[in-house]
Nanobody
Framework: QVQLVESGGGLVQAGDSLRLSCAAS????????MGWFRQAPGKEREFVAA????????YYADAVKGRFTISRDNAKNAVYLQMNSLKPEDTAVYYC?????????????????WGQGTQVTVSS
């Protein structure tokens, strides 16, 4: 079992930055892919970014490419999402997710564990 706890959300203005953290506990050695997803009110959950444990390959949604950076610290069992140049359309609940294995890191169905989410609100 893996437990994921997100933190770092908040209310910011457009153009500001935030850094989300996801602390993992439990059998963390078992999972390979860590991802961030987000869900805005009335919308489906959408992929934001993902990173593989082996090699550190990263993936990004087009909407955040160049603004967001995902990273992980395996020693601390943590994954981070640095969000720069935030826009009002980035407003959503952000979820951390872990997968034992997936060849489609952008597909939420490939993930085995999810955190409870952290709210990010960007005002214009």
């Amino acid at each position: 079992q893996v437990q994921l706890v997100e933190s770092g959300g908040g209310l910011v203005q457009a153009g500001d930055s935030l850094r989300l953290s996801c602390a993992a506990s439990g059998h963390t050695f078992s999972y390979n892919v860590m991802g961030w997803f987000r869900q805005a009110p009335g919308k489906e959950r959408e992929f934001v970014a993902a990173i593989r444990g082996s090699g550190g390959t990263t993936y990004y949604a087009d909407a955040v490419k160049g603004r967001f950076t995902i990273s992980r610290d395996n020693a601390k069992n943590a994954v981070y999402l640095q969000m720069n140049s935030l826009k009002p359309e980035d407003t959503a609940v952000y979820y951390c997710a872990a997968a034992y294995y997936t060849d489609r890191p952008g597909n939420p169905q490939g993930y085995d564990y999810w955190g409870q989410g952290t709210q990010v609100t960007v005002s214009s």
